[in-house]
């Protein structure tokens, strides 16, 4: 969830009832453990790292290819 959502959020938490200092508290360690829990964890093997070199090579290939031909036929 964005900041500026949060903020939202947090202003919208009634200060003046008995419980408000409370539900702000619990409301901002809800956040807090949500954002902890949702972590991504990074893991890329080489398959990966293949198939975004296949298809960066599909997509930009021609072009460069293209770029080449033109410069040579320039010279």
Do not use: Q
């Not at 990966?48 to 997509?59: A, P, Q, T």
């Amino acid at each position: 969830m964005p900041w500026c959502l949060r903020k939202k959020v947090l202003d919208e938490v009634d200060s003046n009832d008995i419980l408000g200092g409370m539900k702000r508290i619990l409301l901002i360690a809800t956040l807090f453990l949500t954002t902890l829990a949702c972590r991504p964890v990074v893991t890329v093997g080489w398959g990966e790292v293949l198939i975004v070199g296949i298809i960066l090579g599909v997509l930009i290939g021609p072009l460069l290819l293209r770029l080449y031909h033109h410069l040579r036929r320039d010279d």
